[in-house]
């Protein structure tokens, strides 16, 4: 048995999506003429409370085009040192865009200190970049971010005239768990990057949701960076496929990660972060038995994980109750070996 616990990436997509592609009407998406495409940016967007989407090949596409759309070269966005849009996406911003991040040491619940970024904010003087836009993401690292944090960010930024985007790959996690609409999650952000090829099991895509002004502009940007895609409609299928009924499925992911996390607490020598799991996530430290040795054995057993000091498993559709058993039973194994 093979228990693929990396990430929520490795979803395949089931027959019934597969069979929707298949069949989806499609059409030239540059031209603006895939109807599936359009259905799909426009269901998300409402959903999310904008009034319009942008679908991109990629989480990291989509979040480069709103910083480019939404900076200059010379401006700065202000980032949370472990994002994803900071961290994970080859520096783009930076490379692309000429914009310069400033990076913030995270607090444990995974937000930025407020007084941090307010600090971080620079004045409108000749020698600095030019602050313009704060960027969070929900969930991080599986942590839901509270929502009175997001409005107090959001009047932080509001004070600053600082744009406010949202990393949401996982903004239905954060939905699910919290028993929230995702507009609640999103709303309060210009804009938010949407992930559909995590847990929701698309095999590709994300949408960018905004105003129509800043989709129309990212849509230039979108071309530009090579993101302007033609019968995209049998990939937005997948996408309309996964937030029509994936999306409630979510919780028995949390609750399996939770399933997890207790099963693995109170066994020698190894720590489950937090006590327990953030949405479909579970974060294991260990002392010195816990490094490479550790996953290599677990992985001789068909049990898959990243991680170096930090162990990261992650549950999503392809997993079920036998398999959190049997990675618990693993794991017990190496400890009391
Ligand atoms: C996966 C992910 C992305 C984008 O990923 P792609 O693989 O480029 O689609 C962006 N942000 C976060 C937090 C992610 O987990």
């Given at each position: 048995m093979i228990i693929d616990?990396?990430?929520?990436?490795v979803t395949k997509p089931c027959d019934a999506m597969r069979k929707v592609m298949a069949n989806a009407e499609v059409g030239d998406d540059v031209y603006g003429e895939d109807p599936t495409v359009i259905q799909l940016e426009a269901q998300l967007a409402e959903r999310a409370g904008h009034q319009a989407g942008l679908f991109f090949p990629s989480g990291t596409q989509s979040n480069l085009v709103a910083l480019l759309t939404h900076c200059q070269r010379g401006d700065e966005y202000i980032v949370g040192q472990n994002a994803h849009t900071y961290k994970?996406?080859?520096?783009g911003a930076a490379v692309l865009g000429s914009i310069q991040p400033q990076p913030i040491e995270h607090s444990i619940d995974g937000t930025i200190p407020l007084d941090k970024i307010e600090a971080s904010i620079?004045?409108?003087?000749?020698?600095f970049a030019k602050s313009k836009l704060l960027a969070l993401e929900n969930t991080i690292g599986g942590k839901t971010i509270s929502q009175s944090y997001i409005a107090s960010a959001r009047a932080l930024a509001d004070n600053y005239e600082l744009v406010f985007h949202l990393d949401g790959a996982r903004a239905f996690n954060a939905a699910v768990a919290q028993g929230l609409e995702l507009s609640e999650i999103c709303g309060q952000f210009d804009s938010v990057s949407l992930c559909l090829s995590k847990g929701l099991g698309a095999p590709v895509g994300s949408v960018l949701v905004a105003d129509k002004q800043v989709i129309n502009d990212a849509r230039r940007w979108r071309k530009m960076v090579g993101?302007?895609?033609?019968?995209a409609g049998i990939l937005a299928a997948a996408g309309l496929y996964a937030i029509n009924h994936n999306i409630d499925r979510l919780a028995d992911d949390h609750a399996r990660a939770e399933r997890l996390a207790q099963g693995l607490s109170g066994l020698e020598g190894l720590n489950v972060e937090g006590g327990g799991a953030h949405t479909n996530m579970v974060y294991l430290s260990g002392g010195s038995g816990f490094g490479e040795a550790f996953q290599a054995w677990c992985a001789d057993q068909g049990l898959m994980f990243t991680g170096g000091s930090i162990f990261r498993l992650v549950v999503h559709s392809g997993i079920d109750d036998a398999m959190i058993d049997r990675a618990i039973d693993v794991i017990a194994a190496y400890v009391t070996k």
């Open positions: 616990l990396r990430s929520d990436t994970y996406e080859a520096g620079k004045a409108n003087d000749f020698h993101g302007g895609m033609r019968q």
